[in-house]
């Protein structure tokens, strides 16, 4: 809708000041919030730059894996097409992934109780999304399928979603789920000193993405058995989340029974 930014002069991609802008947000939240939670500022911060060099490489490199047969690999030596390349296209489950092992990484080097401050802060990750999913509507990417009825967009000419056509306004709407999430589990947090915060995140992001697969139409997501490549990681992420929890909870039980005895 509003691919740049114009600011004396200077063209800037919205796709970018979205992030930014989510970044600074989520920051804002968390860093007013560890004195409450026992965090040390620094540390977060050290953790969070860990995450987000993570997210961007893994989710540019999934997304090189799933167009890997529609990039044409011969012109990667040309320095405008190998920047197109690089600044444009990021699947989020990739860049999920790379961060939490980059962040793992931080922990690591700089002996740090990283999963602590995952639980306190997972609240982070759906509000730089929700403003991404933003910018991803700024830059016409990731749209969503003919759809005639209310709230549908039209995107202009030279857009990346298809000009001219009525579009579901996938990205918008996700941007609000991931926000509401983001709100939940921040409410939790700080109401009952919620535990299970990244299985929660896990759980609830994971049912949101695979149903609004189903409304997008862009093509370079990679597909198998009707099901895009988003949805597939989806199922994965949900059944493995579920697992994790039914084992924490007998472990529990074991220890408590072992206490008892």
């Given at each position: ?12 991609p ?10 600074i ?64 296209g ?28 995952i639980?306190?802060?997972?609240f ?27 709230g ?43 535990y299970?915060?990244?299985e ?38 949900f059944?493995?989340?579920i ?19």
């Amino acid at each position: 809708m509003c691919e740049h930014l114009n600011i004396f002069g200077i063209q800037l991609p919205m796709y970018g000041m979205m992030i930014l802008l989510g970044i600074i947000v989520s920051n804002a939240v968390a860093l007013s919030l560890c004195k409450r939670f026992g965090k040390d500022k620094l540390e977060l911060l050290t953790i969070e730059s860990y995450g987000i060099i993570g997210a961007f490489l893994g989710s540019k490199i999934l997304f090189l894996i799933i167009s890997f047969k529609d990039i044409d690999w011969s012109r990667a030596i040309e320095p405008k097409y190998l920047m197109a390349i690089l600044s444009n296209g990021f699947v989020f489950y990739g860049g999920l992934v790379g961060a939490i092992l980059f962040m793992m990484l931080s922990g690591k080097i700089h002996k740090l109780d990283v999963w602590s401050y995952i639980r306190d802060f997972i609240f982070m990750i759906p509000i730089m999304h929700c403003f991404g999913r933003i910018g991803c509507f700024c830059a016409g990417c990731c749209y969503g399928m003919p759809y005639h009825g209310p709230g549908h967009v039209v995107f202009p000419y030279g857009s990346q979603a298809p000009s001219g056509e009525e579009l579901f306004p996938v990205q918008l709407v996700e941007a609000g789920l991931v926000l509401i999430i983001a709100i939940v589990l921040l409410v939790l947090k700080l109401k009952k000193d919620f535990y299970y915060t990244i299985e929660t995140y896990l759980l609830s992001y994971s049912v949101v993405r695979f149903i609004l697969e189903f409304f997008r139409y862009d093509a370079i997501r990679g597909a198998a058995f009707g099901l895009s490549t988003s949805q597939w990681i989806s199922i994965v992420v949900f059944i493995g989340t579920i697992i994790s929890i039914v084992y924490r909870k007998k472990k529990e039980e074991q220890e408590k029974d072992y206490k008892e005895d």
